[in-house]
């Protein structure tokens, strides 16, 4: 008798973006079983309520309908009498982001928690899942494990040991390209679907760098391989796309086709390649922190209902912290260009009003509405615990290095974190919020001169820090490693690009292209904008008469005078509004830091 649980699934529907699946349940002791799906998937904090795309669902007992009751949005009840039953159901499939899935006659993509109906009671059980071949000349990349007669990359046989592998493990189906590369000894697979023209010696270099970092990072005491046997890039490639989700040992990516390294131009490192190495770097990094180093609260996954932890600082912050400053580690940028970056994070934080309304903790319990479902106000009204979690993630760093004269990093705290979940096994129950700071005081006291006092004030301002709704104070700090902080003006025309210019008017808004003038995207609190009546969705057509474009905008409001009345022209809701708008000097409000002493910027440096 037959304990595990069978899938099927089938592609044929392309054109009705429909998976056609079927469920076997064997024969059971129970006299009826709840069958469910999830409502949110793990490193993604919203309720999406993946039922709602569940199409003709009904159960049979020998090719027989039996009754399924529908409990809510998303489980039924089924009275099996123990008996063995089949369930049937589709499910509708076009969202091209890495959290749900997609069907059309050019791929399939799907995660578990779109397609996999969980049968209470056979959650530990083996998972075995048919990939049905569509007539069409696809492929298959997923970090399931493959049957003994399925090939690597071909249809057939899958399987899982529990349920919560099965929906870990997101499922690409397409024509793609295959990149292959070892690291540390472990078969690593960068799948490419969608179109590039990518320098795929150069991507294939730099990922290897980039995992071996990782594995450097956190297996030195620990045997220098990595927590899986196998790994899988699922990359999707969208003329213009950007996002990942991290799974235990596969990670699905969605990035732009010129996100890649042109083949043309060996020595350029663009934006866009930047971006998409920092994407993988950031993904990887999580195989350890959140796919098993976890908060508390989510261990085991509730998957029913949202699932509050105060912890995302340091699952999100430390994994933002290490993925930009692991480029610079593998020596992919210099260290003045891992400043430009860490410097646009400063940036974004102190932009809006938001991190003097909302403290880390309270950013991560609220990302359920807040972070995930962010309004037009969010710039103002609340802060990122990805951005300022990585600011955090600095200030520790480098309290770390200082208090242990270099000796200690950020990276032992990891370590340290890690070797608590490989000791405790089964056993390990998650950290909690003061977790950390208990590592980083324990690293002060041992091995240095540090006094009780020190290691105490440490303690309390890292407390301040995540409770308090004011910005991460890092100049002083930043200066002990050779680096200064200053404020400096940005464009009239952008936000987020430093102005050398002695004029800089301010005007407090974000917009973009639109086919009426510019669409106002954001206005800042207290901002020229903001006093102006100007709201987000307005149309700005004209200022002092001047029509404006994308295209003329800086030219317009870098001619005009400061603290003078002008007319500004736009349109909400299909009317058209005039009102008064004073440009003011600009507001220092970008970060830059320089390095002023190359010998102490070392310490920082220093991989210890
Ligand atoms: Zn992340």
């Not at 099965?166 to 397409?174: A, K, Q, S």
Request: charged content about 20%; some cysteine; aromatic content about 12%.
């Amino acid at each position: 008798m037959s304990t595990s649980i069978h899938y099927q699934i089938s592609f044929e529907q392309t054109n009705a973006h429909l998976f056609n699946i079927t469920l076997d349940i064997p024969v059971h002791s129970p006299k009826s079983l709840k069958i469910s799906l999830p409502s949110w998937i793990p490193g993604s904090y919203m309720v999406r309520d993946f039922a709602k795309n569940i199409v003709n669902i009904a159960a049979f007992q020998q090719q027989k309908p039996i009754e399924l009751t529908a409990l809510d949005k998303q489980s039924w009840q089924l009275n099996t009498q123990g008996k063995a039953s089949q369930i049937q159901y589709q499910v509708y499939a076009f969202d091209t982001s890495v959290r749900t899935a997609y069907l059309d006659n050019t791929r399939g993509f799907f995660n578990g928690t779109s397609v996999f109906l969980q049968v209470e009671g056979f959650e530990e059980s083996k998972q075995l899942v048919s990939l049905i071949k569509p007539d069409l000349d696809w492929k298959v990349a997923t970090g399931l494990k493959r049957s003994s007669a399925t090939p690597k990359y071909h249809f057939g046989e899958y399987y899982a040991d529990n349920y919560a592998e099965l929906i870990d493990c997101p499922v690409e189906i397409t024509d793609f390209t295959a990149v292959e590369f070892e690291v540390a000894g472990t078969p690593h697979h960068l799948i490419l679907s969608g179109k590039q023209y990518a320098d795929l010696a150069r991507v294939k270099q730099d990922l290897t760098k980039l995992c071996q970092h990782h594995i450097d990072l956190f297996e030195k005491e620990t045997g220098g391989k990595p927590p899986f046997s196998e790994y899988w890039f699922l990359t999707n490639i969208l003329p213009s796309g950007f996002g990942g989700l991290e799974h235990k040992n596969s990670t699905a990516l969605l990035c732009s086709t010129f996100d890649f390294p042109n083949i043309n131009k060996p020595d350029e490192l663009s934006e866009g390649y930047k971006t998409f190495l920092s994407l993988v770097s950031h993904e990887y990094f999580h195989n350890w922190n959140v796919c098993r180093i976890k908060p508390e609260e989510f261990v085991p996954y509730r998957l029913n209902r949202e699932s509050y932890t105060k912890q995302l600082w340091a699952f999100e912050g430390i994994t933002s912290y290490y993925d930009d400053l692991s480029l610079f580690r593998t020596g992919i940028i210099s260290f003045e260009d891992y400043l430009k970056l860490k410097s646009q994070t400063i940036s974004r934080v102190n932009r809006g009003k938001g991190q003097l309304k909302q403290n880390l903790i309270e950013s991560s319990f609220y990302t359920w509405t807040k972070f995930y479902q962010q309004g037009p106000d969010a710039v103002n009204n609340i802060v990122s615990y990805y951005t300022k979690g990585s600011l955090l993630a600095l200030w520790l760093d480098l309290t770390v290095r200082k208090a242990t004269n270099a000796t200690k990093s950020l990276d032992d705290v990891m370590r340290a974190l890690w070797a608590d979940f490989v000791d405790k096994g089964a056993d390990y129950k998650g950290t909690q919020l003061d977790t950390i700071i208990n590592i980083v005081n324990s690293l002060i006291l041992s091995g240095t001169t540090a006094s009780d006092a020190h290691s105490t004030h440490i303690r309390e301002t890292f407390y301040q820090l995540l409770n308090n709704k004011a910005p991460i104070p890092l100049a002083e700090l930043l200066a002990d490693f050779g680096v200064e902080l200053k404020q400096v003006p940005s464009k009239a025309a952008s936000l987020l690009e430093t102005s050398s210019d002695a004029h800089s008017p301010y005007l407090g808004f974000m917009f973009k292209e639109s086919k009426l003038g510019i669409e106002v995207m954001q206005v800042l609190e207290d901002s020229p904008a903001e006093k102006a009546g100007i709201s987000v969705q307005d149309n700005i057509i004209a200022i002092d008469n001047i029509v404006v474009s994308k295209a003329n905008f800086a030219n317009v409001v870098n001619n005009l005078a400061l603290n003078h009345d002008y007319t500004v022209s736009y349109i909400r809701n299909g009317e058209l509004f005039n009102s008064v708008i004073q440009l003011s000097d600009a507001v220092n409000e970008l970060s830059q830091m320089t390095v002023i002493d190359a010998e102490k910027a070392k310490s920082w440096q220093a991989i210890v």
